[in-house]
């Protein structure tokens, strides 16, 4: 999404940054462009105090930088789907609770809902988006497919991404812990027997596969 | 979700200078699991959030002679994968494991399970603390299923922190820090529970951070956690109960437990630790001490099940900590 088509936020933006520029080097009066404003306030004032208008972040997406401009309350969930149109982590329960909105940061599964974006700067996030290679789906969701591990489809994203997490920490897994690992992430359709049935051959196929 | 400001300080000085003296002014984010679904639902709505994952002192597990410290940032999953953990204080690693999602595991901080805020349906409604609605509480007569059979009121929400009730048992301390000193409290004394619509369920002011759990150590305590819940996935548990025995031979010297998830505060089953003091560990001392853990319950109209629960919870985590489980 531009800035340029957002005056209204646009304007806000600009008023955080002379803010902290003043606060910052004690300046009362001055004109000068948006960009040597951001760098002062980062360069002056510390620790800074971002918003609670919007502010610009850089997110380190499936090994590729994205820059947008969020409000710090933007969670990194809304800031994929509706800043940078990366739409597969899901928005259900918007609480914790579900898992529709997984993805993985810094190796680790976490609810995209729950982080708030500006807070995820710096970190490597994984969404589903970022798993196929070469235009060949993952071997997570190759399985999905082949076990029918979905109904309305709805979970499967959440799902998905919390299998590739889970099986990148237990790489042979048990069904018992298949189960306990996949234990964040909800289905109401009730799919979970394919699901755990494609996370075990999910297991099996990638076992030697080192980049799958 | 209210728009607020945010910074992400690097240092406990730097974030202690962006807190507030009123409730309100700034909020203190860790992990977020709970933080972030209070603003959503605008039970809280800070002007201000500071982020303290940045701050490196409030991290690290550090093992040593002295017991156990836990930084305030740690994770439950690094708790889960300490080995000292693991071994020396199994009622705390069975209270981490009952967390029972990995996303939560792995975002959830120790420090953010105690200071979390209740669970309650009526507080996070907007009934405040005590659910009042025209100056009487809603809980005796509403669902109560979930609430407190302990305590008596006026407050009736449960306890949510997962750790309270092992660290207590444990004996362990949590440090808060203000910009103008700090504080060395028992994790015990750390849990209040509420008499007003205008105090809160924990002893942390403020200006404050909980940087640090102190727990003393455990070699030689028999300790664990038992908890019983609805469903194997991601769910709050119905009652937990957490022992710790200080053994003389085969003698009980010294007996601590403690229930979760009954009272406005973790839940001091004092006539169950009494009746197992100086005395062996055998089937039928577990079996007085587990009567005796019900003790002293009021339960409502909808939670009388809850005392069954935790005996029977006080009795599998005497067991497992006898090693008979």
């Not at chain 1, 609770?97 to 710096?122: E, F, H, N």
């Not at chain 2, 200071?115 to 100056?135: M, V």
């Not at chain 2, 207590?168 to 440090?175: D, E, F, H, T």
């Not at chain 2, 548990?237 to 998830?261: D, E």
Request: hydrophobic share 35%.
């Amino acid at each position: 999404m531009s800035l340029k088509q957002e005056p209204e936020k646009r304007k806000r933006k600009s008023n955080f940054s002379r803010r902290g520029f003043l606060q910052g080097v004690g300046i009362t009066s001055g004109v000068l462009t948006t960009g040597v404003l951001e760098k002062e306030a980062e360069a002056q004032s510390s620790p800074k105090v971002a918003g609670p208008g919007e502010v610009p972040i850089t997110l380190q997406i499936n090994g590729r930088p994205y820059k947008t401009s969020v409000e710090p309350r933007t969670t990194l969930l809304d800031a994929l789907r509706h800043r940078l149109d990366l739409t597969a982590a899901k928005r259900v329960c918007d609480r914790g609770t579900c898992g529709a909105c997984t993805v993985i940061v810094d190796g680790k599964v976490m609810y995209s809902c729950t982080v708030l974006a500006i807070d995820a700067q710096g970190r490597q996030i994984q969404t589903l988006e970022g798993l196929a290679q070469n235009g060949k789906p993952h071997a997570v969701s190759r399985a999905f497919v082949a076990n029918d591990a979905q109904q309305c489809g709805y979970c499967t994203p959440g799902f998905v991404m919390a299998a590739k997490g889970f099986l990148d920490k237990n790489p042979n897994p048990t069904y018992e812990e298949v189960k306990s690992g996949l234990g964040g992430n909800l289905c109401r359709c009730g799919t979970y027997m394919g699901v755990r049935k494609a996370v075990l051959d999910a297991a099996k196929e990638m076992k030697g596969a080192k980049n799958a | 979700m209210q728009a607020f400001e945010y910074a992400s300080p690097s240092t406990l000085h730097e974030a202690l200078a962006l807190l507030g003296s009123q409730w309100g002014e700034a909020d203190v984010l860790a992990g977020g699991t709970d933080q972030i679904s209070l603003m959503k639902d605008f039970i809280h709505t800070p002007k201000r959030v500071v982020n303290i994952k940045g701050v490196k002192e409030l991290g690290g597990i550090h093992h040593s002679a002295q017991g156990l410290r836990i930084g305030a940032t740690v994770t439950f999953d690094e708790l889960a994968g300490n080995p000292a953990v693991r071994t020396e204080y199994p009622a705390l690693h069975s209270a981490v494991m009952g967390v029972a999602s990995p996303q939560i595991r792995n975002m959830g901080t120790a420090g953010g399970d105690l200071c979390q805020r209740p669970r309650c349906w009526y507080y996070r409604r907007g009934f405040g603390l005590l659910a009042l609605q025209d100056g009487k509480s809603l809980v005796p007569n509403g669902d109560n299923r979930y609430h407190a059979i302990f305590g008596g009121g006026p407050a009736y929400f449960v306890s949510p922190s997962s750790l309270g009730p092992a660290l207590i048992a444990l004996g362990a301390k949590v440090k808060l820090v203000s910009a103008s000193g700090q504080r060395v409290i028992s994790a015990e004394k750390f849990f209040v529970s509420p008499q007003n619509e205008s105090s809160r369920e924990t002893a942390l002011l403020p200006n404050e951070i909980l940087t640090e759990i102190q727990v003393p150590p455990a070699r030689g305590v028999k300790n664990a956690t038992y908890e019983i819940r609805q469903k194997e996935a991601l769910d709050w548990p119905l009652v937990t109960a957490s022992v710790a025995l200080q053994m003389q031979g085969s003698t009980v010297s010294k007996c601590s437990i403690v229930l979760g998830h009954v009272a406005p505060t973790p839940w001091s089953a004092a006539k169950a630790s009494q009746a197992l003091d100086g005395k062996a560990l055998t089937p039928e001392t577990i079996q007085q001490a587990a009567e005796a853990a019900g003790d002293g319950a009021t339960p409502l109209s909808g939670n009388e099940y809850k005392v069954k629960l935790a005996r029977v919870a006080v009795k599998r985590a005497l067991l497992e900590a006898s090693g008979k489980g």
